[in-house]
């Protein structure tokens, strides 16, 4: 482990001497996401293992080079798990690229996302220093809560080589029902029992005719049971419940194969925002956290219309995949920000990577 971040502090050491941009990769698994990676690839995986666990305290931390399964293999002999889900895309995935691109899974609506579960970091600067924030506990956080400003940054600010999270146990028990319904109605069933009571932790709608809503209970015996039989609906038994989740999480369903010129768009909107507007031509395919995702096959040319009704709902589009995810994509991947988002981006660019060296543009085109 020492002798794999030495020769990390060294690539970003010679990166600073020549300004040559670093592309920071584990397995490359997210490297769809956002803009095209550039520069010298900056590989992570030798930091790898996992530095300290404590079933009891509920926090386990790992080098980010650790692969994904093996995390959640060690966790779940323990009878715990990541509770945000976070998707893999392939079986490399590692700690480091769960955290920093920052993606969960079904469960995020009910449990949170990857942001709320980072308790502390380890990392290298663009100075080359290797700097700590945070801690291995739940309460730690004095000032700025700089280990949560990593998650999601796509490596532009710094190098992850450990990460602090808090688990949870695994729920006791779990339903998956099943309903045949339109969009709209599975918002409006949505909205009504996210007002009562229930274990809801995850739901998906699909486009069918007229559609298909799928939600997952998650809790004490208990209140599943009376949550079913107060809901309804169709039961999934346990093995295709797994396989139906796993596949939401993975997006290994066929919704989300592109053909042509499709681009998958991601919608993050209120989860009370309207059916989207069907004279835009690009009807929804996927919703789901209970209505705060939705998932839209249309061409890069819709662009300006579909940002514009997010917007108008107070939300925001970005491209997800492109039907080349090798190629130089658009400019705007994710809905540009604002004049005020913009400039402090700008000023934590500045302060952890002065010179530009880590994943240059990846986040956001001027960075």
Known sequence: MQQALAHIIEQVEAARASLQPLCIRGSGSKDFYGQSPQGTVLDTRALRGIVAYEPSELVVTACCGTPLQELEAVLAEQGQHLAFEAPHFGPGATVGGMVAAGLSGPARAAVGPVRDYVLGIQMVNGQAELLRFGGQVMKNVAGYDVSRLMVGALGILGVLTEVSLKVLPQAVAQATLVFDCTQAQALERLHAWAALPLPLNASCWEPASPGRLTVRLRGARAAIKSACASMGGEHLDEAQAQDYWTAAREQSAGFFQLTGDEC?????????????????????????????????????????????WASQVHGSASVWRHPNTMAQRCEAVFHPLGATSLRIQRALKLQFDPLRLFNPGRLVPEL
């Open 264 to 308: 998958m768009w991601r919608l993050s909107v209120p989860d009370t925002a309207p059916v989207l507007d069907s004279a835009l031509a690009w009807p929804t395919g996927v919703v789901e956290w209970g209505g705060a995702v939705r998932w839209v096959k249309a061409p890069l040319a819709a662009a300006a219309a579909l940002r514009s």
